[in-house]
T-cell receptor
Framework: TQLLEQSPQFLSIQEGENLTVYCNSS?????LQWYRQEPGEGPVLLVT?????EVKKLKRLTFQFGDARKDSSLHITAAQPGDTGLYLC????????????FGEGTQLTVNP | NAGVTQTPKFRVLKTGQSMTLLCAQD?????MYWYRQDPGMGLRLIHY???????AKGEVPDGYNVSRLKKQNFLLGLESAAPSQTSVYFC?????????????FGDGTRLSIL
């Protein structure tokens, strides 16, 4: 069973601060996805990273896939209250047909 | 512009009762999934389907059954509900089976078993 550990589990910051969320595993993934989930709604895909070392940017969000494809990070610059939500990482195993493994999530609260 | 629709949104059951959760998608996706989300445990796959008439077990299938009689619908059944099945259930669909494809989620069904 592949496990994905996210840290921190909870994060409360002030508007304008920077933050980094981590997603770690001892297993190699063929790809990794980041989702954001708001209260009362389902997760929504933010980005997919596929290549080791890959960096993708989505406005103030920067996603990085580790060189060995075992870990990933999400960095948010100048956080805003609208960034509040549960951030989930999900990795796809290397074996064909492997299911997505979800991390337990990081609950981010950005206070005005 | 519905995407994935789940019904009902909330339900309270007594132990031993049965019920069916409904999921409908209008994106013509082949693949559909049922997950449960519990605090501190992320999303865990219950069952999935790779096409009309097919289903397969996921990570936590015990106590649940599913059916995919029509391509757009995926039903999740609880034959005899137990308190351990109290959770938020999410249905999702995708164009391909994983392979970097995004999964499109419904807004969830919040189920409490007393």
């Amino acid at each position: 069973t592949q496990l994905l550990e996210q840290s921190p589990q909870f994060l409360s910051i002030q508007e304008g601060e920077n933050l980094t969320v981590y997603c770690n595993s001892s297993s190699v993934f063929s790809s990794l996805q980041w989702y954001r989930q708001e209260p009362g709604e389902g997760p929504v895909l933010l980005v997919t990273v596929v290549t080791g070392g890959e960096v993708k940017k989505l406005k103030r969000l920067t996603f990085q896939f580790g060189d060995a494809r075992k870990d990933s990070s999400l960095h948010i610059t100048a956080a805003q209250p609208g960034d509040t939500g549960l951030y989930l990482c999900a990795g796809e195993g290397e074996t064909s047909g492997s299911r997505l493994t979800f991390g337990e999530g990081t609950q981010l609260t950005v206070n005005p | 512009n519905a995407g994935v629709t789940q019904t009902p949104k909330f339900r309270v059951l007594k132990t031993g009762q049965s019920m069916t959760l409904l999921c409908a998608q209008d994106m013509n996706h082949e693949y559909m999934y049922w997950y449960r989300q519990d605090p501190g445990m992320g999303l865990r796959l219950i069952h999935y389907s790779v096409g009309e008439g097919t289903t397969a077990k996921g990570e936590v299938p015990d106590g649940y059954n599913v059916s995919r009689l029509k391509k757009q619908n995926f039903l999740l059944g609880l034959e005899s509900a137990a308190p351990s099945q109290t959770s938020v259930y999410f249905c999702a669909s995708s164009r391909q089976l994983y392979s970097n494809q995004p999964q499109h989620f419904g807004d969830g069904t919040r189920l409490s078993i007393l």
